[in-house]
């Protein structure tokens, strides 16, 4: 389970068996091969263990520490010349950001049509409301809170996003594995080394970005917060030190247990016709996102690999780190999926209102 209070000392022995099974499984992982092994590892084996019943724990104060470590890395590539780039990219992310709410809207339509009568006890608008944002390609959290206000099954809205991301991160790595494409970007060498002096400068920035979006009340305040302090320090060329690879694997590690804890066996038996559902339109959404990321790295010039990530109904941390270890266009990844987040954040409800008025 998921707390944000500190652990018991019953709660912490569940926490260190949980990371050591992580451990172990992201090992096992890098020893195979896989993509991203310091994720999908501890992601897998957290989620097979939650499902048969095993006690997992991941506590919250991790998930944080590991998103504020992943901000903070990919900051670090936004250039100033590729913030050049990605400023000359804002026509590509517009599209990005249109091609998001209209999918998210045919797909939410389509779990409307497809469950009409088999949840008789919902009115219409509690129809409405659950399958629009179990649809929308946005914030796991953000969109559940969204959908409560709105009188959504938000138990359904929320075993939605978390089937779909995890599908999205389990299959797109392998396909660009299989696809054997990586090696895209290139850091300064300035980012490259580890300076002490110059990390414990950064990792206090942006610890004090992080707390400043938390006390906004702003979405992801720990790697969005860290992710703006990294990113404009780079854009205005200061470069004091690169993040230690063991700092980001361990950060991977806690990101994908604290997926990982959500598949309770309680999960498993969640409305099964309303699951297939949403697994058969996650894989219909990466297949016509991949679609419209070759239309795009064909307008732009970029790699289809990078718009892959960059379109794909994932989670941004999930995706960013793809991108980062696999070296994918990192920054213009990231770009896509911060303004997509954002911009299905600002509009979702609008959206919802306009089509709720349609509909009656």
């Known amino acids: 389970m998921l707390s944000f209070l500190p652990p018991s000392p019953v709660a912490w022995r569940r926490v260190a068996l949980t990371l050591l099974l992580a451990y172990a499984s992201a090992r096992l992982c890098v020893w195979l091969n896989t993509p ?31 998103q504020w470590v992943i901000g903070s890395a990919l900051g670090l590539y936004f250039t100033p010349q590729v913030g050049a780039l990605i400023a000359g990219l804002w026509w590509a992310i517009a599209l990005g950001i249109a091609w998001a709410l209209a999918l998210g809207l045919g797909f939410g339509a389509w779990l409307r049509h497809h469950h009409a009568a088999h949840w008789p006890a919902l009115s219409p608008a509690q129809l409405r409301s659950t399958t629009y944002f179990a649809a929308a390609i946005g914030g796991a959290s953000e969109m559940t809170l969204i959908a409560e206000r709105h009188g959504a099954r938000t138990d359904l809205v929320a075993a939605a996003h978390s089937l779909r991301v995890l599908m999205v991160t389990l299959t797109i790595p392998f396909a660009l594995q299989f696809w054997g494409v990586q090696g895209l970007d290139r850091l300064p060498a300035a980012l490259r080394a580890v300076q002490v002096e110059g990390l414990v400068w950064l990792a206090g920035l942006t610890l004090v970005g992080a707390l400043l979006m938390r006390r906004l009340g ?29 700092l980001t694997n361990a950060a991977q590690l806690v990101i994908g247990v604290s997926l990982g804890v959500r598949f309770t066996p309680a999960f498993v038996h969640t409305a099964p016709r309303w699951m297939a559902s949403v697994a058969l339109a996650s894989g219909v959404m990466m297949g016509l996102c991949a679609a419209v990321a070759w239309v795009l790295a064909g307008l732009t010039g970029l790699h289809p690999a990078t718009l892959v990530l960059g379109t794909s109904p994932g989670g941004i941390a999930e995706m960013a780190i793809t991108a980062k270890v696999l070296q994918l266009g990192v920054p213009v990844v990231t770009a896509f999926q911060v303004c997509r987040l954002v911009a299905v954040l600002l509009l979702a409800e609008p959206v919802f209102r306009w089509w709720s008025a349609r509909q009656r």
């Open 36 to 66: 991203i092994p310091w994720m999908i590892g501890p992601l897998v084996a957290t989620s097979l263990a939650s499902v048969l019943g095993g006690r997992t724990e991941s506590w919250v104060p991790f998930r944080n520490a590991g």
């Open 218 to 246: 702003r979405a992801n305040p720990w790697f969005m917060g860290a992710l703006l302090v990294s990113m404009g320090l780079t854009l205005s060329g200061v470069g004091w030190s690169a993040i230690p690879s063991g």
